[in-house]
């Protein structure tokens, strides 16, 4: 092949490459529609057990980035395509239930849960509750609770149920919890349960299947969040990241962070 060809062929590939990375934005009905707030974790590849994570919010200019390049753990056997709102024809490992992976893809953030009766002064944005030792996170698939939270004090509920995450942990790890929207639409028995946003147990420790960071950028992410400008989690590794849409309207943020 001459010179001036495979200078060409290189050229193009790296321009198959980009235009793969940037994909156009979804045209309606799409999570990209709804979302003011997007959270996105980056793993270099699917048996990554860290990360990083960086949050946009869309103003009156566009989108800018709010919290930048926050390193995370991810599940000790890296990642899974998880259940969501990204499309269900994906290629990659599925995520299971008790496989260590935490979910890829994009899921909703649907609420907040922790210790302390008061996170903040002042007015919440984003819904969180306190817990007791009474509240559990069913991980049993046969369960008819199966990724749910419980309150075991609660008559109407008839324990079926063989083993749910404790939500109170003497470790400190579940003071501050995001709720992460994995298979939580139509719940699929068996695809993994019970994951979250929360305190790592140290720097590089990863989790079991939740995405965790220092508990300093955990409250600064939760009081960053609005339950009214829709926040999402967009959460992979790269190159199933770079295949989503990205949203319209000053994308250009996003798209220099995705850069390889």
Known sequence: MKRRERGLLVLNIAVLSLSHCFAEPASTNSWLDSSRQLVYVLADDWDSPAGVLTAFEKGSHGWSMVMSEIPVTLGRKGLGLGLGLHDSNLSGPPKREGDKKAPAGVFPLEFSFGTKGKVLQGKSLFPYRKTSAMH??????????????????DGSIRKDWKSAETLRRKDGIYDLVIVVGHNRGEVVPGRGSAIFLHSWLGPGVPTIGCTAMDPGHLKTLWQWLDSQRYPVLVQGPRDLVCSFPLPEGGSASIKRFLQP
């Open 136 to 153: 559990f996170w069913v991980d049993d698939s046969a369960s008819a609770f199966y990724n749910q939270w419980v309150e075991l004090s």
